[in-house]
């Protein structure tokens, strides 16, 4: 094959979107806008799927599915396009290049015949209604949508062996990931053959579904021409109508990508086409199933505003409890210390608050905070921003004495809001602690492992972990029937709604100790070994003043990690039955808003480079003025 197919060992250039510089930042703003409103809206469809009786039809079925693909599906391609837009790196290596190629192309088969699957449903729905719950029995349910995903990945497979066979003439694509018409372009040999058995592989997996949701729909409308009452005749369409517009949006931007010929295929437009099918098509999908579908806007509606429906008179009075709001006790058991607790976290919310915003302009504003350790650190100082306002303006409400109860939707959120940041934060010091073992053990590779790349990475798993985490607890605690509206903290923590349950939570609790031992023991256990083998290697040094600096660029992370997991750990580790509300009010205060408040002065009394950028901001004030 010659030299020419050694570029599939080598990195690739992502080109993106770098020939419209004027466009990046806007492109920037308005795809981190639309990534952010697909992780919450498809999030929100599943969660809701799982947990309204009325949604538990093969509908919502495959709607969870879909939604679960979506969110797969832009994150194989979104995180990397906005690092691309950053400027930080437009580069890729081969290995990521083949590997986002595969997932890629198997999530967007899997999603073509998912709408194919979903377009029979409602064909049973409407053209069957009498035998719908025998056609759509679960286990067909469950095997058409596990067919989906053996297709899907079955095709990536043959799509992507048939690339990487073919000799690449250059580094170069001019696109912001790797897609297949683009190697195409970059073979060096006649494609003919090969673009001939995508072709067929590309028409089975288009053409074919979209044949069958035509026929569906064809059958669909005979039926409902059919029906004398207007009613009748709107609710049918209302059915099918949000499944015919995502469908419309997916496949119309899918065939003109694939199914035309290469030598036709522009890769400017290209690329915008692509930013139709990857961000905005899974974006709407769950505003089109909420805002079209009178079930989703109830479901929605009844967690947001805590109706009595018949669920909830189905699950007993002790249950109700979730559709109403609960009374904060917070500090009311000892008045005399409420104006005090007043004062303290109001000013130490507003040091946590110029603290963290400190360190991240700081991290921005100087070149010499450019480093995996402070791009961490600029994380972590975001994370405790949001950390602490998901609690303090709450309870500085609840010490005013103006307003004790939280509604059951502010509630749900604070819950799942407060325990995706801790994770994530759980995560996130784990990464930092693999950051100074890399800086200290390995001081000559530490450029080479710590590349921005892996740093993003590293970033992004723990907001995902956090957020996974969080939905998983969240999850299992709204299960659970409650026996009163009383919390006796200062915030919707989930040790209370445990002493609030009205049956035995030994099967709950063990979940979620199984979930917390993860995101708490693991992290703390790779924190440890990262700082056995950093105590060996600084041991080793003979001048005192390398071990100094050594352990001077450790002894900050150590501090935080103390302060952060001993609470975390006191709090949610121990036996539910041996937990004191009273106390964990007073550890809450701990890990909430004292620990967020001392980590930038920890990171700027105990650091050299803080304190060095920090000085030279403030002289430039004083020379501007």
């Known amino acids: 094959m010659g030299s020419s197919n050694n570029s599939w060992g080598d990195s690739f250039l992502l080109v993106g979107f770098s020939d419209w510089p004027h466009l990046e930042l806007i492109f920037l703003v308005f795809i981190s806008i639309f990534y952010s409103l697909t992780l919450l809206g498809n999030t929100t469809i599943i969660i809701l799927s799982r947990l309204d009786p009325r949604l538990r039809t093969p509908m919502y079925f495959f709607l969870s599915h879909l939604s679960f693909l979506d969110l797969c599906y832009t994150t194989s391609t979104v995180p990397q396009l906005l690092v691309n837009l950053h400027g930080l790196d437009r580069t890729i290596s081969f290995a990521r290049c083949v590997a986002q190629l595969y997932i890629f192309l198997s999530l967007a088969s899997t999603e073509c015949v998912l709408l194919a699957a979903m377009a029979f449903d409602r064909y049973a729905a409407v053209c069957r209604p009498l035998h719908y719950t025998t056609i759509m029995h679960p286990v067909l349910c469950q095997t058409l949508a596990m067919a989906s995903w053996v297709v899907g990945l079955v095709n990536s497979m043959i799509q992507t062996s048939l690339a990487m066979a073919m000799p690449i003439c250059s580094h170069k694509l001019n696109h912001f990931f790797c897609e297949m018409p683009m190697f195409l372009k970059l073979a060096c040999e006649d494609t003919g053959g090969t673009e001939a058995k995508m072709f067929v592989a590309r028409t089975i997996i288009l053409v074919f579904p979209a044949a069958l949701i035509l026929g569906s729909y064809a059958h669909i409308a005979r039926v409902v021409l059919k029906i004398k009452s207007v009613a009748g005749r709107r609710k049918a369409f209302g059915t099918c109508g949000s ?366 480079d803080v304190k060095g950028a920090l000085w030279k901001v403030l002289e430039r004030v004083r020379d501007s003025g």
């Open 243 to 608: 499944h015919l517009v995502v469908v419309s949006l997916f496949y119309g931007s899918g065939i003109y990508t694939y199914l035309q010929p290469i030598h036709k295929y522009s890769e400017n437009k290209g690329k915008f086409v692509a930013l139709f099918y990857t961000i905005l098509t899974p974006m709407f999908n769950p505003l089109i199933y909420t805002l079209r579908n009178k079930d989703v806007k109830g479901a929605l509606w009844k967690v947001l505003r805590r109706d009595r429906d018949l669920e909830s008179k189905a699950m007993g009075i002790s249950n109700n409890s979730w559709s109403d709001s609960f009374l904060l006790v917070g500090f009311s058991d000892w008045p005399h210390l409420e104006l005090i607790l007043f004062v303290f976290i109001s000013i130490c919310y507003s040091l946590t608050l110029f603290g963290n915003t400190s360190i991240i302009i700081l991290s921005r504003v100087d070149l010499r905070l450019h480093t995996p350790m402070y791009f961490f650190l600029s994380h972590l100082s975001f994370l405790d921003l949001c950390y602490t306002t998901s609690t303090v303006p709450q309870l500085l409400v609840n010490l005013h004495g103006l307003h004790r109860t939280i509604s059951h939707g502010g509630c749900v959120a604070q819950l799942f809001v407060f325990l995706a940041l801790a994770s994530t934060e759980c995560v996130l010091l784990m990464v930092m602690a693999f950051d100074r073992y890399a800086a200290v053990c390995r001081p000559l590779h530490y450029t080479t492992i710590m590349h921005p790349v892996l740093c993003q990475t590293l970033a992004l798993s723990s907001w995902v972990v956090g957020l996974v985490n969080s939905m998983i607890q969240t999850g299992l605690m709204m299960a659970m029937p409650l026996c009163g509206h009383q919390l006796n903290h200062f915030f919707c923590e989930m040790p209370i709604f445990l002493k609030l349950a009205c049956e035995d939570t030994g099967g709950t609790e063990a979940k979620m100790f199984v979930a917390r031992a993860v995101i708490l023991v693991f992290p703390t256990a790779v924190i440890l070994g990262s700082y056995v083998h950093i105590g060996r290697a600084v041991l080793k040094v003979k001048s005192k003043a390398e071990r100094r600096k050594a352990f001077g660029t450790c002894g900050s992370h150590i501090v935080v990690v103390s302060l952060f997991y001993g609470s975390a750990i006191y709090t949610y580790l121990q036996p539910i039955h041996k937990y004191s509300e009273s106390e964990g009010k007073f550890v809450a205060l701990f890990y909430t808003i004292i620990t967020p408040m001392l980590n930038p002065l920890i990171y700027t009394l105990r650091n050299k």
